[in-house]
């Protein structure tokens, strides 16, 4: 759902787009509603807001959605100093579609979603990112606090591994640099049905 301005629905804070989520792969349909409130409660940066909603299509019943604040810079919840970045891990079919700005990197695939434009310089400094965090991972190196705010890095970990998010290491994972502190910071929690 995207509005031409900032909008507030369901009592969330404004934002110009929401997205419906239809928990397909949770039952319960609680998983990601639960996820995202224990992500607030860790006080990790950047969560977005949400709300249940029962979707009716022309008078007929569609069912139980979660309604979600979009991740995108400027929504609201997330902005990014200039200089920043904003990109999602995903499935490489995903990433590799018309339209999409992404880079690959260590067989990651990962769309950029801000800045919109199509910078090398933006996606060099991505490439580069996700290769000098695998490096450091891999060689138990000291300059992986220098590199990520480890705290969001811990927090996200914590989430996907407490929720047995089946996506955790492959698909719908965000990460961002904020033009400021040049640390890159795992988030906004997304999707852990």
Do not use: H
């Not at 397909?24 to 949400?50: F, G, H, Q, W």
């Not at 979660?66 to 999602?88: D, H, P, R, T, W």
């Amino acid at each position: 759902i995207s509005f031409g301005e900032k909008k507030s629905i369901l009592g969330m804070s404004a934002s110009s787009s929401y997205v419906l989520t239809s928990n397909y792969y949770d039952e319960s349909e609680i998983k990601n509603y639960i996820a995202l409130e224990t992500a607030r409660r860790l006080n990790m940066k950047n969560v977005p807001e949400c709300e249940y909603a029962n979707l009716y299509v022309n008078g007929k019943y569609r069912g139980l959605y979660l309604v979600i604040q979009k991740i995108k810079e400027g929504n609201g919840f997330l902005n990014l100093e200039s200089g920043g970045y904003l990109a999602k891990f995903d499935y490489e079919e995903r990433v590799k579609t018309e339209d999409n700005v992404w880079v690959e990197a260590n067989n990651k695939y990962a769309k950029v979603l801000f800045p919109k434009k199509d910078d090398p310089r933006i996606k060099d400094e991505i490439t580069r990112d996700i290769e000098r965090i695998d490096a450091a991972i891999k060689d138990k190196n000291d300059e992986l606090t220098d590199l990520i705010d480890m705290e969001s890095f811990v927090q996200y970990y914590l989430i996907q591994e407490f929720f047995e998010n089946g996506d955790a290491d492959r698909a719908s994972q965000y990460f961002y640099k904020d033009g400021k502190d040049g640390k890159v910071t795992a988030g906004p929690i997304w999707d852990v049905d």
